[in-house]
């Protein structure tokens, strides 16, 4: 032999050794197993011991035990003869007369231990539990049994758990369903009992609600497979498969098989009642949260609201809101207030009831809305845009700027500008009276220069005539011989020529006294304040004539004076334009006419108007304007005397009172002479 | 006394003195053309259009005729006149020098654009007038120089 083949065996040997020596061991503990040569092995099962044992309709075993045999038995490559048996003691007697190899699930108690061979794995482990009546509640677990009828399965786990314990009063049952009964009876006061085998039993029979389980298992029951107590093959090799099996998920699906699925906690009846009240605690929560959410939204919105109205409400502008109103064919035909500031009622001395809602015709009791045009472009256009305006039944002046929020909607925001507007009247009727007084100022200048030069160029001119004439009889009376010489020298020529040029100067001079009086009396004038007061001018006018009685004789004057109003104004400047006025009517009267004067005066809008008529000689439209004007005389007609100036005292009078002064005429046909002055005092 | 070659010097002057100083003026400066006055404007122009006489005289074509004009005369004033003689075919030809009290420079542009010829201040310098009438060309035939000129 060479080392090689020895080698060979060697390893062979110690290959095949664990296998030869189990092979042997096996052998050894077998006396002679039947169902090694049938491969058919004899069970004894119980006839009714739900849900481990059961009849099925055709009087073959079934349940959760057999099933898990059935299960191995295949995987093992056997085939499973039954023998069924009433109880628990015919069962294990069946075992150890050998009439039996095994019985698969039998509770494992200590003298089972013992006698039988065991399987290490359980087919179940369920607890052994106490069950009492649902009504019951003086019952809270096992201690509480003592004294009291107990129900057990005869020989059952929990008989022998018990049997020997002192002051139980156990009452034997020979099957499940006397003992339910018994309970249910008020026969028994407990039944001690597998838990999920009488679960099973209480669901099927719908007796859920009127038994319950009451404290700790009484004990935990495990149920294995029993076997000979000399087989140990069987033992071995189905306590390996049993192993796999509980672990499998087949165990699992099995044993719910037959133990059912425990009631689901979740029912429809519940799951729709959980969802209902999710859905109201949601509800809830939403509701709360919103409400606070809303609230505080709302809070913090009342008081931008509040803000802003006060805002709006304190605001001297007057603000209100609009809305188009349109008639059937959509064209827009009037505006509503929606919304109006506290400033708005006040000026109008307007309720919000006789506002809010109300179309403007109405409010403002117009025939058309106000401003209609405007605000319906506005409206239409959304083009803001702005206005003044003068509101006549409060006598104030307004600015209105209006826009549109969104369309056919717009908001007016009126300024009351009555007293810039008054302001802005007063400046400028300052500067048009500054105006008018630095152009009287510079017309006085001018016409003082142009017409205060003529004399004096006259008293120039013939001053240095003079003083020519007189170097020229100087000359003569130096030179001259005789008186006679002399005499015939200077002649008539030079006396003629001396005295009209005193003439010239005397005139002349008095003319530039005239000038200068007539600029004093002006200067006077524009001095004066006038001292306003309410004038009754039938009275003076009466006045007047008075004083002119005896001019007004002399040129037998007509004069018709009409029922006249009153004016407020300054008495005797007054007076003084009235008699400045009469005395030019006479001073222009037309040479074979009598002169016919007609006073009259009427109140027109914000005037009072006079009126002095005259049929003199009247004006040419050339000079009409020129009249007003200091120092001019119609005519050079020295028959007529004068200063130049009454007119120009009577405008400047009037124009003292704010008033106006204007003359109507035409040559030939006599004059009207018209004084306005304000009917309000200023 | 007057021939058709002379000038007829015609002055409208509402102050007597100013006229009179003019008149001697206008001797002292050597002229001795004839003079009428008309103391306002509408008699000027009733001596053109309403055939009025003055100094005895009437309006006469074919004599050549010098106007001195006042600017402020009442009734109708120098400005009036002068526009109605240069917007007058047959009297533009005339020519007229204004005279005045002052020389506002807007008065003597409103008479420069309404056709006047020259424009004096009143009263009348010798030096300006002859001034005046050599621009117009009219110098020779008014103006004759003083025989005893420069003897006094």
Known sequence: MNLKKILFIIIFIFCYYPIFAAEKNIDDTNIIPSYKKTKELRAVVLADFPPLYILDQNRKPAGLAIDILEYIAKNLGYKIKYKVVENWDEMLKSLEANEADLAPGVGITADRLANFKVSETFVEVVPVSCFVRASNYDIHGIPDLVNRRTGVIENGGAYNEMKNWENYNLI????????????????????????????????????????????????????????????????????????????????????????????????????????????????????????????????????????????????????AQHKLVFDNNGAAIDYEIIDANLAFYKTLNLTPENVIGRRATEVYKTAEPPFFDIYKEVALTGKATNFEIY?????????????????????????????????????????????????????????????????????????????????????????????????????????????????????????????????????????????????????????????????????????????LPNCIGDRNLLNQVFTNLIDNAIKYRKMDTQLVLNISGKIENEYIVYCVKDNGIGISKNNI???????????????????????????????????KVWVKSEYGNGSEFYIALPKLKK | MTNANEIIILMAEDDEGHAELIKMNLYDSGIRNQIIRFSNGSELLDFFYNNRAADGQNFDKSFSYLILLDINMPEIDGIEVLKKLKSDANLKKIPIIMLTTTDDHFEIKRCYELGCNCYVTKPVEFQKLTETLQRLGLFILVVKIPENNGNH
């Not at chain 1, 929560?285 to 709006?312: D, G, H, I, M, P």
């Open chain 1, 625 to 659: 304007e020129k009249i007003w004007k200091l120092f001019y005389r119609i005519t050079d007609n020295n028959d007529i005397d004068g200063e130049g100036i009454g007119l120009t005292i009577v405008k400047n009078i009037i124009q003292k009172h704010s008033g």
């Open chain 1, 172 to 319: 034997t049952f020979k099957n499940i369903d006397s003992a339910l009964f018994a309970l249910l009876a008020g026969q028994i006061d407990a039944f001690v009992f597998p838990e999920p085998v009488l679960l099973k039993k209480i669901r099927e029979v719908k007796l859920e609600n009127r038994i319950k389980i009451v404290g700790k298992p009484l004990m935990e029951l495990k149920r294995g497979y029993v076997f000979n107590k000399n087989d140990d093959y069987l033992h071995k090799i189905f306590d390996e498969e049993l192993k796999k099996v509980v672990n499998s998920e087949f165990y699992h699906n099995i044993y719910l098989k037959w133990y059912g699925e425990p009631p689901e906690f979740w029912n429809v009846k519940k799951v729709v009642i959980t969802c209902v009240i999710i859905i109201i605690v949601i509800v809830i929560v939403l509701f709360v949260w919103k409400y606070k959410t809303t609230r505080k939204l709302y809070l913090a919105l009342k008081n931008t609201e509040k803000q802003y109205y006060e805002l709006v409400n304190n605001m001297t502008e007057i603000v």
């Open chain 1, 391 to 563: 509101y006549e039944p409060i006598e104030k002046y307004f600015l209105i700027s209006t826009f549109s929020p969104k369309k056919n909607y717009f908001v007016t925001v009126t300024t009351d500008i009555t007293l810039a507007k008054k302001n802005e009247k007063l400046l400028n009727d300052l500067v048009e009276q500054l105006q008018n007084k630095t152009e009287e100022m510079e017309n006085i200048l001018y016409i003082s220069s142009h017409d205060l030069r003529s004399p004096l160029l006259n008293i120039q001119g013939f001053t240095d005539r003079i003083s020519k004439k007189i170097n020229e009889i100087f000359a003569v009376l130096d030179s001259a011989e005789t008186l006679d010489d002399l005499k015939n020298k200077i002649t008539d020529e030079h006396k003629k020529q001396i005295n009209s040029s005193f003439n010239f100067i005397q005139i002349s001079a008095k003319k530039m006294d005239v000038l200068i009086s007539g600029l004093l009396k002006l200067s006077r004038l524009g001095r004066l304040i006038p001292q306003m007061n309410n004038i009754d001018m039938n009275a003076l006018l009466e006045e007047i004539i008075k004083n002119l009685a005896i001019k007004i004789q002399e040129y037998n004057v007509k004069i018709k004076i009409e029922d």
